[in-house]
């Protein structure tokens, strides 16, 4: 029977060794030896082969097994091979080495390595070796983030230059199935590292793929709102315009540049506007001839600079646009991208994704998915209900808990943000009333993380610890010259951080869900297999005949099929949406609803 993993091993002089692990590991942690040595061009062959004998004997294909997606899937993708199983190393050892499951394991209770300062590689070819400096995770603006195990100038940090070949794959594996077994709930452990590591392959996928853009559409769309491209260097005519529509209602000289916030704010000093920012809802207050041109402005600058021309030449390549999206890329296990600005896309351009000839964009997005993943982790058999019909917020109002749909949607919100004032602080007792599981998780998440604990996600992804800068602000309110700013400043960070635990069970329960329902569409949509005599697209083999992901936006997923699959795609995205739902909360009666649209255009799909 073939082996669980097959672990590609970097070697010297070119050459990639293949690990066979069996399942459950080797004995006592050791290190099989490897089966063979193969050079970087027969990689292709050899995962190709072993895939095919599989089948063929009625098994499923291995995992295939190694340090990072990015380091080897993109060129065995641009041999038009496609992996089913892998087994990402980096993504999993991040989530052992902090998950409260794995606790007590030798992997998380060994000191730093080069394991936990290996930073995510970019798609780029197999040959290249990849050094890139590590950086530390961002903690949504809260609390200073406390710095990943193994970054920095810690005393237990990584050897100095250690690379991705000074790692052992075989080795590492070993230790992760060793603390998955050991772990307090393996099963779920094992579903986050499956579904973690097919994010990865759907991540490479997207980005080999790349999303169908027109871009003489989009140069259309910017040259229509902000007037011809201009010269390098150079403003737009509307932006230009604009310009010296501040210039004239601040009495300013004509060197007065707009994109300087110093010398702006200075200008309007002295034209006596009394603004002390420049953010938009400190504007909109202000009776002022600037205001108006002012905040066009804005808008259209960041038209310019996040998605203008500058972005179309960068980004948009043989009629795609491809960004690097990171798996995991945010604490709680959201996505996150590199480049391109993809989770940020404004309507604005979206007219320019446009679907190839023949083929048409499926476009599915999760409705309140937050609120029903904090329903079936609570069990909250009142809340699922609430969910049933569709609109989840209108069933919350049906329930009698709220009397309008805008207070039962602010009153959710709040509860798994942390809004304890205004409208949300009145409405939430009632929730809390009606819905007491489900409120009672989220609170005693917060409570959990005003006391410096860690909480946990339904599969087992746990969140940091507050670091340093938190322990000394606690610290600091016990001192006995502490003040009242001292304790105000200590209750400040320990809310601050209850908000953030509240939170991460809740949105790193969601990111769980989307990628099981990310892992299920990838599959439905290779058993689809090729549609016949179908107009080819123009996205690269193995997709030119298929249906294939594109596009992923937290809750929302964009499927390029060819039109005579559209129906069928439909299908298996609803299907994927509901096994993802059995995957987390088993027969807990918890709807996951889509809003789903086949269209030429992205724009015309909400």
């Known amino acids: 029977m073939s082996p669980v993993h097959l672990v590609l091993s970097r070697a010297p002089a070119g050459t990639v060794r293949v690990f066979p692990v069996p399942d459950g590991g080797t004995p006592a942690g050791q290190v099989a030896p490897p089966e063979r040595s193969v050079s970087v061009d027969e990689v292709a062959a050899v995962v190709t082969d072993r895939e095919a004998a599989a089948r063929a004997r009625g098994e499923a294909p291995p995992r295939w ?126 579903l986050l590292l499956a579904a973690e590591s097919a994010g990865a392959l759907v991540a490479a996928e997207m980005h080999h793929a790349g999303m169908p853009w027109r871009a003489d559409v989009h140069d259309a769309i910017l040259t229509e709102i902000l007037g011809p491209r201009p010269p390098e260097g150079r ?18 000289p004509p060197t007065l540049n707009p994109d300087s916030h110093p010398d702006l704010l200075k200008a309007m000093q002295y034209a006596g506007v009394g603004a002390r920012s420049l953010r ?6 202000l009776d002022h001839p600037v205001v108006e041109p002012l905040l066009e402005y804005k808008n259209l600058y960041r038209l310019l600079t996040a998605n203008g021309w500058h972005w179309l030449d960068q980004w948009v390549r043989d009629g795609r646009f491809r960004t690097e999206y990171v798996v995991g890329g945010v604490v709680t296990g959201r996505w996150a991208s590199t480049g391109g600005g993809a989770l940020q896309l404004p309507r604005t351009v979206r007219r320019a994704a446009q679907a190839d000839p023949g083929w048409v964009l ?3 997005d999760a409705a309140q998915l937050e609120p029903r993943v904090l329903a079936g982790m609570a069990a909250d058999e009142a809340m699922a209900a609430a ?40 409405v939430l007792p009632r929730l809390s009333a009606a819905f007491p599981r489900a409120i009672a998780l989220v609170e005693d998440a917060a409570r959990t993380g005003e006391r410096g604990g860690v909480v946990t996600t339904r599969l087992g992804r746990s969140s940091p610890r507050p670091g340093a800068a938190w322990d000394e602000v606690q610290a600091g309110a ?104 059995r995957l987390l909360f088993g027969d807990f009666p918890v709807a996951f609803p889509l809003t789903v649209a086949a269209v030429d255009s992205y724009a015309d799909a909400k």
């Not at 938009?280 to 207050?285: A, G, I, N, T």
């Not at 960070?493 to 990310?518: D, H, I, K, M, P």
């Open 65 to 190: 097994t190694w340090d990072d997606t990015n380091r080897w899937y993109p060129d065995l993708l641009r041999a038009a091979v496609r992996v089913d199983r892998a087994h990402d190393l980096r993504l999993a050892h991040r989530i052992l080495k902090h998950s409260a499951l794995t606790a007590t394991s030798a992997l998380a209770t060994a000191p730093s390595g080069p394991w936990d300062a290996l930073e995510p590689a970019p798609a780029g070819p197999l040959s290249e070796p990849v050094r890139r400096a590590p950086q530390p995770d961002a903690l949504f603006d809260l609390v200073a983030a406390p710095a990943r195990a193994g970054v920095g100038n810690r005393p237990d940090g990584p050897p100095s230059g250690s690379t991705p070949d000074d790692l052992e794959p075989a080795a590492e594996l070993a230790a992760q199935l060793a603390a998955v077994e050991g772990a307090t709930d393996p099963g779920r452990l094992r």
């Open 235 to 252: 403003r737009p005519e509307r932006l230009e315009a604009l310009a010296d529509r501040i210039r004239a209602a601040l009495d300013a």
């Open 280 to 285: 938009k809802w400190e504007l909109e207050k």
């Open 362 to 364: 499926v476009v599915a």
């Open 387 to 426: 969910g049933q019909a569709g609109d989840m917020y209108a069933g919350i109002v049906a329930s009698g808990a709220v009397e309008t749909r805008e207070l039962a949607k602010i009153g959710m919100l709040g509860a798994m943000y942390g809004g304890t004032t205004g409208a949300s602080g009145q």
């Open 478 to 581: 016990f001192a006995d010259a502490a003040g009242d700013d001292a304790a105000a400043r200590a209750r400040s960070y320990t809310r601050s951080w209850g908000r953030f635990t509240r939170n991460f069970v809740v949105q790193g329960t969601a990111a769980e869900w989307a990628l099981c329902w990310l892992a299920s569409i990838r599959r439905r949509l290779w058993e689809l297999g090729p549609e016949p005599d179908v107009r080819p697209g123009l996205a690269p083999a193995p997709f030119a005949d298929r249906a294939h992901l594109v596009f992923f936006l937290h809750d929302e997923v964009v499927v390029h099929a060819p039109a005579e699959l559209a129906d069928a795609v439909a299908h298996e995205v609803r299907e994927a949406a509901a096994e993802a739902g």
